[in-house]
């Protein structure tokens, strides 16, 4: 449950493995990318910006205030935070107007000294981990030591820990072939899941654009950042938003970022399967 995860540069995740009510997620960074133009940058982006293990995050800024400067300012993380940043400045001068709803509510934001921080970019990108590449084996537990430490710590006697203990220790002297997952689940696609999604128009629209501004970047990224993000003293141009097509009724969006599948009730006999939150054509429209 941990979404740092992602800006760690994870490729898949797995849910509510030991759930016995709820359906095994599985989430693919890919599927992510395709569908919510959301890459790893983009989600440091957005960490950064909501808060994280290693940071506040910009006060009172959540993820709709996040995906809403990401989708006025392109590059990469620390590009488009910085700027972001950049036009911030310029748009807390009493001269500055602007008829957008966006520009008006990310204007009233207060950054703090030092965003963006680069050490914290730098923390997601290259953590700090164990460099050796030997292979790891399990070594087998000290009986003693684990008697002496439940002993301090619970007051338990001998007899008492060892009836916890030793049928463990047994377990492992076994020369069993541990299970594989697919022991346990079966695996099963889902490939139209509009009815497990919540209507949020506001979060929609901004997905939409951003996936939009995302994709005509990567074929332009050679070209110069037209988008609120200049890097000369010409003025910040407006946009007007050309009206968008009424979509159809059925078509559904996620209320919540990652929880991309909504959880959802099983109490049949039959094996857990491994949902993939794959949308229908009818929602990639």
Known sequence: DDSDVWLFGASHVYRHFFRQEQLVEHYDSTIIANQLGLDRESMIAIGMIVGSDYTKGIPNAGIMTALEILQEFHGTCMERLEKFRHWWKKAQNPDYKT?????KRLKNLALFEGFPNQAIYDAYISPKVD???SKFTWAMPQLELIREFIGSKL?????????MILPVIKRMNTNEIQSRIDCFFAPVLFESTSHQFKKNTRLKSALDLLKQKTEKAKENENENDLNLSEDDNTPIPERNAPKRKKRPKTTKLMNDLLDSVQKTKQ????????????LSDEENV
């Open 99 to 103: 008829q957008s709803k966006v520009l």
């Open 131 to 133: 460099p050796g590449k």
């Open 155 to 163: 007051k338990w006697d001998r007899r008492k820990i060892d009836d």
């Open 267 to 278: 109490r049949s006999k039959k094996k857990k399967p491994i949902v993939s939150p794959i």
